[in-house]
Protein backbone atom coordinates (compact mmCIF):
# COMPACT_ATOMS: atom_id res chain seq x y z
CA UNK A 1 0.00 0.00 0.00
CA UNK A 2 1.09 3.54 -0.98
CA UNK A 3 1.78 6.05 2.53
CA UNK A 4 2.12 9.32 2.03
CA UNK A 5 4.17 11.33 4.74
CA UNK A 6 3.03 14.73 5.98
CA UNK A 7 6.56 16.39 8.26
CA UNK A 8 5.61 19.64 9.96
CA UNK A 9 9.42 20.81 10.62
CA UNK A 10 9.78 23.37 13.89
CA UNK A 11 12.47 24.94 15.76
CA UNK A 12 11.77 22.61 18.12
CA UNK A 13 10.28 19.43 17.09
CA UNK A 14 9.80 17.88 13.66
CA UNK A 15 6.13 15.83 13.93
CA UNK A 16 5.53 13.35 11.22
CA UNK A 17 2.41 11.80 9.50
CA UNK A 18 2.19 8.60 8.09
CA UNK A 19 -1.22 8.71 5.92
CA UNK A 20 -3.01 6.55 3.37
CA UNK A 21 -3.95 7.15 -0.05
CA UNK A 22 -7.29 8.60 0.71
CA UNK A 23 -5.46 11.27 3.11
CA UNK A 24 -6.16 9.33 6.36
CA UNK A 25 -3.81 9.97 9.50
CA UNK A 26 -2.62 6.37 10.39
CA UNK A 27 0.35 7.12 12.55
CA UNK A 28 1.93 10.26 14.11
CA UNK A 29 5.18 10.80 15.96
CA UNK A 30 8.13 13.30 16.57
CA UNK A 31 11.19 13.71 16.57
CA UNK A 32 13.79 16.94 18.34
CA UNK A 33 15.06 19.55 15.60
CA UNK A 34 18.79 19.06 15.40
CA UNK A 35 20.20 22.81 14.70
CA UNK A 36 23.37 22.05 14.59
CA UNK A 37 25.96 22.64 11.63
CA UNK A 38 23.80 25.57 10.12
CA UNK A 39 20.48 22.78 10.28
CA UNK A 40 22.27 20.67 8.02
CA UNK A 41 21.38 17.30 9.76
CA UNK A 42 17.50 18.04 10.07
CA UNK A 43 16.76 16.62 6.27
CA UNK A 44 19.08 13.59 6.94
CA UNK A 45 17.14 13.04 10.02
CA UNK A 46 13.47 13.00 7.92
CA UNK A 47 15.07 10.85 6.02
CA UNK A 48 16.24 8.60 8.70
CA UNK A 49 12.83 8.71 10.76
CA UNK A 50 10.91 7.97 7.29
CA UNK A 51 13.05 4.72 6.21
CA UNK A 52 12.77 3.46 10.01
CA UNK A 53 9.07 4.16 9.78
CA UNK A 54 8.58 1.65 6.62
CA UNK A 55 11.13 -0.86 7.76
CA UNK A 56 9.02 -1.42 10.94
CA UNK A 57 5.97 -1.95 8.30
CA UNK A 58 8.35 -4.62 7.20
CA UNK A 59 7.60 -4.12 3.06
CA UNK A 60 3.57 -3.53 4.12
CA UNK A 61 4.47 0.12 2.92
CA UNK A 62 5.89 1.71 -0.71
CA UNK A 63 6.24 5.39 -0.47
CA UNK A 64 3.56 7.88 -2.00
CA UNK A 65 4.70 11.09 -1.74
CA UNK A 66 6.81 13.53 0.99
CA UNK A 67 4.82 16.90 1.46
CA UNK A 68 6.61 19.39 4.38
CA UNK A 69 5.86 22.59 6.00
CA UNK A 70 8.70 24.99 6.55
CA UNK A 71 8.82 27.99 9.22
CA UNK A 72 9.81 30.38 6.60
CA UNK A 73 9.18 31.64 3.13
CA UNK A 74 9.02 29.03 0.35
CA UNK A 75 9.40 29.24 -3.34
CA UNK A 76 7.27 27.05 -5.40
CA UNK A 77 10.11 24.82 -6.14
CA UNK A 78 10.85 24.15 -2.38
CA UNK A 79 13.10 27.16 -2.15
CA UNK A 80 14.30 28.42 0.84
CA UNK A 81 16.32 31.76 1.00
CA UNK A 82 16.32 31.97 4.63
CA UNK A 83 14.73 30.30 7.75
CA UNK A 84 16.05 31.87 10.91
CA UNK A 85 14.44 29.33 13.04
CA UNK A 86 15.75 26.55 10.84
CA UNK A 87 19.27 28.15 10.59
CA UNK A 88 19.31 27.38 6.81
CA UNK A 89 20.38 30.11 4.11
CA UNK A 90 19.78 29.63 0.34
CA UNK A 91 18.53 25.93 1.16
CA UNK A 92 16.21 23.49 -0.72
CA UNK A 93 15.03 20.96 1.50
CA UNK A 94 12.92 19.28 -1.47
CA UNK A 95 16.29 18.95 -3.47
CA UNK A 96 17.65 17.09 -0.78
CA UNK A 97 15.30 15.15 0.16
CA UNK A 98 14.75 13.78 -3.92
CA UNK A 99 18.66 12.91 -3.50
CA UNK A 100 16.81 10.10 -0.95
CA UNK A 101 13.68 9.65 -2.75
CA UNK A 102 14.71 9.83 -6.54
CA UNK A 103 11.43 8.23 -7.64
CA UNK A 104 8.74 9.84 -5.39
CA UNK A 105 6.58 13.00 -5.12
CA UNK A 106 7.89 16.11 -2.94
CA UNK A 107 6.79 19.22 -2.00
CA UNK A 108 7.14 22.15 0.79
CA UNK A 109 5.69 24.97 1.59
CA UNK A 110 5.28 27.75 4.63
CA UNK A 111 4.00 26.39 7.87
CA UNK A 112 1.01 29.12 7.94
CA UNK A 113 0.18 27.93 4.42
CA UNK A 114 0.76 24.21 5.12
CA UNK A 115 -1.52 24.18 8.21
CA UNK A 116 -4.09 26.13 6.35
CA UNK A 117 -4.18 23.48 3.87
CA UNK A 118 -4.89 20.96 6.52
CA UNK A 119 -8.35 23.13 8.49
CA UNK A 120 -9.18 23.75 4.36
CA UNK A 121 -9.79 19.81 3.61
CA UNK A 122 -9.81 18.37 7.34
CA UNK A 123 -11.04 21.25 9.51
CA UNK A 124 -13.05 24.17 10.29
CA UNK A 125 -12.88 24.77 6.23
CA UNK A 126 -13.60 21.68 4.93
CA UNK A 127 -17.43 23.35 4.18
CA UNK A 128 -16.03 26.14 2.20
CA UNK A 129 -14.57 26.60 -0.86
CA UNK A 130 -12.29 29.73 0.25
CA UNK A 131 -11.11 30.14 3.78
CA UNK A 132 -7.83 32.23 5.67
CA UNK A 133 -6.18 30.87 8.68
CA UNK A 134 -4.80 33.31 11.13
CA UNK A 135 -2.43 31.50 13.83
CA UNK A 136 -2.48 33.27 16.56
CA UNK A 137 0.93 32.20 18.61
CA UNK A 138 4.03 34.21 19.52
CA UNK A 139 3.23 36.37 15.75
CA UNK A 140 0.81 36.12 13.40
CA UNK A 141 0.40 34.42 10.80
CA UNK A 142 -2.29 33.69 7.93
CA UNK A 143 -2.77 31.13 4.93
CA UNK A 144 -4.82 31.91 2.37
CA UNK A 145 -6.87 28.81 0.73
CA UNK A 146 -9.30 28.78 -2.63
CA UNK A 147 -10.77 26.19 -4.40
CA UNK A 148 -8.34 23.99 -2.77
CA UNK A 149 -5.25 25.76 -3.91
CA UNK A 150 -3.19 27.91 -1.58
CA UNK A 151 -2.68 31.36 -2.67
CA UNK A 152 1.10 32.51 -2.24
CA UNK A 153 0.95 35.83 -4.08
CA UNK A 154 3.87 37.43 -6.65
CA UNK A 155 6.41 37.55 -3.59
CA UNK A 156 4.54 34.79 -0.86
CA UNK A 157 3.57 37.75 1.15
CA UNK A 158 -0.13 36.97 0.47
CA UNK A 159 -1.83 36.02 4.01
CA UNK A 160 0.59 37.69 5.75
CA UNK A 161 -2.19 39.34 8.20
CA UNK A 162 0.20 39.97 11.08
CA UNK A 163 2.14 43.14 8.93
CA UNK A 164 -0.88 44.98 8.27
CA UNK A 165 -2.82 47.49 10.13
CA UNK A 166 -4.91 46.96 12.97
CA UNK A 167 -6.61 50.45 12.54
CA UNK A 168 -5.05 51.84 16.20
CA UNK A 169 -2.92 54.55 16.86
CA UNK A 170 0.39 53.27 18.12
CA UNK A 171 4.24 54.39 18.34
CA UNK A 172 6.11 51.74 19.42
CA UNK A 173 7.67 49.98 15.87
CA UNK A 174 7.03 46.03 15.38
CA UNK A 175 9.64 44.00 14.82
CA UNK A 176 9.16 44.74 10.82
CA UNK A 177 9.62 48.11 11.18
CA UNK A 178 6.20 49.25 10.90
CA UNK A 179 3.69 50.77 13.52
CA UNK A 180 0.19 49.56 14.40
CA UNK A 181 0.50 45.96 12.84
CA UNK A 182 -2.24 43.33 13.96
CA UNK A 183 1.14 40.90 15.08
CA UNK A 184 1.55 44.43 17.68
CA UNK A 185 -2.16 43.19 19.46
CA UNK A 186 -3.25 40.14 18.58
CA UNK A 187 -0.23 37.85 18.57
CA UNK A 188 0.57 36.11 22.46
CA UNK A 189 3.63 39.08 22.81
CA UNK A 190 1.35 41.62 21.65
CA UNK A 191 -1.54 40.57 24.36
CA UNK A 192 1.49 40.54 26.72
CA UNK A 193 2.42 44.29 25.54
CA UNK A 194 -0.89 45.57 25.73
CA UNK A 195 -1.84 44.06 29.15
CA UNK A 196 1.28 46.18 30.64
CA UNK A 197 1.09 48.94 29.51
CA UNK A 198 -3.11 48.93 30.61
CA UNK A 199 -1.46 48.09 34.45
CA UNK A 200 1.21 50.63 34.02
CA UNK A 201 -1.42 53.44 33.12
CA UNK A 202 -4.42 52.63 34.65
CA UNK A 203 -5.28 52.58 38.48
CA UNK A 204 -7.64 49.43 38.23
CA UNK A 205 -7.05 46.89 40.16
CA UNK A 206 -6.29 43.22 38.19
CA UNK A 207 -5.17 39.91 39.35
CA UNK A 208 -1.74 40.52 37.38
CA UNK A 209 -0.61 43.03 38.85
CA UNK A 210 1.84 41.69 41.50
CA UNK A 211 2.78 39.52 38.66
CA UNK A 212 6.25 40.05 37.80
CA UNK A 213 6.06 37.83 35.00
CA UNK A 214 2.72 36.56 33.31
CA UNK A 215 1.82 34.89 29.62
CA UNK A 216 -0.71 35.63 27.11
CA UNK A 217 -2.62 32.61 29.02
CA UNK A 218 -2.79 34.38 32.44
CA UNK A 219 -4.02 37.53 30.59
CA UNK A 220 -6.96 35.07 28.97
CA UNK A 221 -7.52 33.40 32.56
CA UNK A 222 -8.03 36.68 34.29
CA UNK A 223 -10.11 37.64 31.50
CA UNK A 224 -12.64 34.72 31.54
CA UNK A 225 -12.76 35.43 35.38
CA UNK A 226 -13.90 39.01 34.69
CA UNK A 227 -10.66 40.96 35.19
CA UNK A 228 -11.71 44.45 34.07
CA UNK A 229 -8.22 45.12 32.71
CA UNK A 230 -7.59 41.83 31.01
CA UNK A 231 -11.13 42.24 29.56
CA UNK A 232 -10.03 45.78 28.36
CA UNK A 233 -6.37 44.21 26.75
CA UNK A 234 -8.34 41.46 25.30
CA UNK A 235 -10.85 43.78 23.51
CA UNK A 236 -8.33 46.41 22.42
CA UNK A 237 -5.96 43.50 21.09
CA UNK A 238 -8.89 41.44 18.84
CA UNK A 239 -10.79 44.50 17.66
CA UNK A 240 -7.45 44.98 16.49
CA UNK A 241 -7.41 41.47 14.47
CA UNK A 242 -11.33 42.04 13.87
CA UNK A 243 -9.85 45.30 11.96
CA UNK A 244 -7.73 43.36 10.08
CA UNK A 245 -9.90 40.72 8.68
CA UNK A 246 -12.69 43.18 7.24
CA UNK A 247 -9.56 44.93 5.25
CA UNK A 248 -8.75 41.61 3.96
CA UNK A 249 -12.41 40.91 3.26
CA UNK A 250 -12.64 43.94 1.27
CA UNK A 251 -9.74 42.36 -0.92
CA UNK A 252 -10.47 38.95 -1.66
CA UNK A 253 -13.71 38.24 0.09
CA UNK A 254 -13.48 34.53 1.77
CA UNK A 255 -16.21 32.58 3.11
CA UNK A 256 -14.45 31.91 5.88
CA UNK A 257 -11.71 32.88 8.56
CA UNK A 258 -10.60 30.39 10.91
CA UNK A 259 -8.83 31.16 13.81
CA UNK A 260 -6.15 28.69 15.27
CA UNK A 261 -3.00 29.19 17.16
CA UNK A 262 -1.96 28.81 21.37
CA UNK A 263 -4.17 32.15 21.60
CA UNK A 264 -6.95 30.78 20.11
CA UNK A 265 -7.44 27.98 23.20
CA UNK A 266 -9.01 31.14 24.78
CA UNK A 267 -12.29 30.08 22.33
CA UNK A 268 -15.20 32.85 22.77
CA UNK A 269 -13.93 34.64 24.50
CA UNK A 270 -11.67 36.60 21.58
CA UNK A 271 -14.15 35.07 18.85
CA UNK A 272 -17.24 37.12 20.20
CA UNK A 273 -14.66 40.52 20.12
CA UNK A 274 -13.13 39.80 17.16
CA UNK A 275 -16.59 39.36 15.11
CA UNK A 276 -17.62 42.49 16.45
CA UNK A 277 -14.63 44.26 15.67
CA UNK A 278 -15.11 42.75 12.33
CA UNK A 279 -18.61 43.76 11.47
CA UNK A 280 -18.28 47.35 12.92
CA UNK A 281 -15.75 47.90 9.75
CA UNK A 282 -17.14 45.81 7.02
CA UNK A 283 -18.79 47.99 4.62
CA UNK A 284 -21.12 46.96 1.40
CA UNK A 285 -22.13 43.55 2.41
CA UNK A 286 -24.18 42.60 5.65
CA UNK A 287 -22.55 39.06 6.85
CA UNK A 288 -19.20 38.93 5.50
CA UNK A 289 -17.56 36.02 6.02
CA UNK A 290 -17.85 33.16 8.92
CA UNK A 291 -14.99 33.34 12.04
CA UNK A 292 -14.68 29.80 13.80
CA UNK A 293 -12.01 28.14 15.94
CA UNK A 294 -9.46 25.93 14.37
CA UNK A 295 -10.64 21.85 14.80
CA UNK A 296 -7.29 20.04 14.31
CA UNK A 297 -4.81 21.73 16.80
CA UNK A 298 -0.85 20.30 16.26
CA UNK A 299 -1.67 18.12 13.94
CA UNK A 300 -2.96 20.85 11.28
CA UNK A 301 0.81 20.53 9.56
CA UNK A 302 1.26 17.46 9.49
CA UNK A 303 -2.31 17.15 7.45
CA UNK A 304 -1.61 20.04 5.40
CA UNK A 305 1.53 19.01 4.47
CA UNK A 306 0.42 15.56 3.14
CA UNK A 307 -2.72 17.70 1.15
CA UNK A 308 0.14 19.50 -0.13
CA UNK A 309 2.19 16.63 -2.09
CA UNK A 310 -1.32 14.27 -2.56
CA UNK A 311 -2.52 17.00 -4.80
CA UNK A 312 0.51 18.26 -6.24
CA UNK A 313 0.79 21.63 -5.51
Known amino acids: MKVFFGVDIGGT??????????????????????LSDSGQKIIPDVVKSINTYIARKEGLYNIGGIGMGIPGPVDKKGYVKTCVN???????????????????????GNDAN???LGEYYRGAGKEYSSMMLITLGTGVG??????????????????????????????????????????????????VRIMKKLLNEQDGFSKLCNKEKFTAKDVCMAAE????????????????????????????????????????RAGGLIIDVIKKAYLKR???????????????????????ACMLVMNGE
Open 13 to 34: GVKFGAFDQNGQLIDKWSILTN
Open 86 to 108: LHWTEFNPVEELKKEFPDVAIAA
Open 114 to 116: VAA
Open 142 to 191: GGIVIDGKVLLGANGLAGEVGHISGGIAETEKCNCGNVGCIDQFASATGI
Open 225 to 264: QGDELALQCIDICMSALGTGLAFFSHAFDPEVYVIGGGVS
Open 282 to 304: LFLIDKGADIKLATLGNDAGIIG
